[in-house]
């Protein structure tokens, strides 16, 4: 079974430019859940999706958005771009409890 | 949320030397897994072991969910076993430790 994949791997945007990650699960898998990851506060989560529907959000703010497909791929979006969006961006799916990563967008904003 | 603390921070190993890591959590544990991040960020599965033993070659770990914390055992390390090691706990939505950056010297 092929695993998590993600697009693109890397990414350099401008302050207040926008973006979209794109996750696709592994197959099978309808839950979908987006992290950050950052030196400073190292893997936070950002939301699930389950369904095509949102199930779940973190303390991340309304300029982070995503939405899930009928196929269970996701897209993640981050409007208005600030230096502190730099990060590694990892998207997770899961078909029971176990959850299986992605390679990770990396995201670059100058 | 849970608080998931990893101990120690940074371990340099020979190669050739066992280790062991361990994570304590704050709340109840819930779909434990561990994870070891490679250097190019992803994040790989070792174990998903919401309670008791589990080994796989020469990693193994141990949950103990009565005392919230769970232990991860390198035996025979290679340098190929470099990097940050993760334990996380939750259901939706995973708490992760602030990892064990672990360094394996030939």
């Not at chain 1, 791997?9 to 979908?32: A, D, M």
């Not at chain 2, 020979?14 to 890591?21: D, I, M, P, V």
């Not at chain 2, 790989?44 to 055992?73: D, H």
């Not at chain 2, 190929?80 to 706990?89: H, I, K, L, W």
Request: hydrophobic residues 30%; aromatic residues 12%; proline residues 4%.
């Amino acid at each position: 079974k092929a695993g998590v994949t993600q697009t693109p791997r890397y990414l350099i945007k401008t302050r207040g430019q926008q973006v979209t990650l794109s996750c696709s699960p592994i197959s099978g898998h309808r839950s979908v859940s987006w992290y950050q990851q950052t030196p400073g506060q190292g893997l936070q989560f950002l939301f699930e999706y389950f369904s095509e529907t949102q199930r779940n959000k973190g303390n991340f703010p309304g300029r982070f958005s995503g939405r899930q497909f009928s196929n269970s791929r996701s897209e993640m979006n981050v409007s208005t771009l600030e230096l502190g969006d730099s990060a590694l961006y990892l998207c997770a799916s899961k078909q029971e409890y176990e959850q299986y990563f992605g390679p990770g967008t990396r995201l670059t904003v100058t | 949320g849970i608080q998931v603390e990893q101990s120690p921070p940074d371990l340099i190993l020979q190669e050739g030397a066992n280790s062991t890591l361990r994570c304590n959590f704050s709340d109840s544990v819930n779909n434990l897994q561990w994870f070891h991040q490679n250097p190019w960020g992803q994040l790989i599965n070792l174990f998903y072991i919401p309670s008791g033993t589990k080994q796989n070659g020469r990693l193994s770990a141990t949950t103990v969910a009565t005392e919230r914390y769970s232990l991860l055992y390198i035996s025979s390390s290679q340098t190929t076993d470099s990097g940050v090691y993760f334990c996380a706990s939750g259901d939706y939505k995973l708490s992760f430790g602030a990892g064990t950056t672990v360094t394996v010297r030939a």
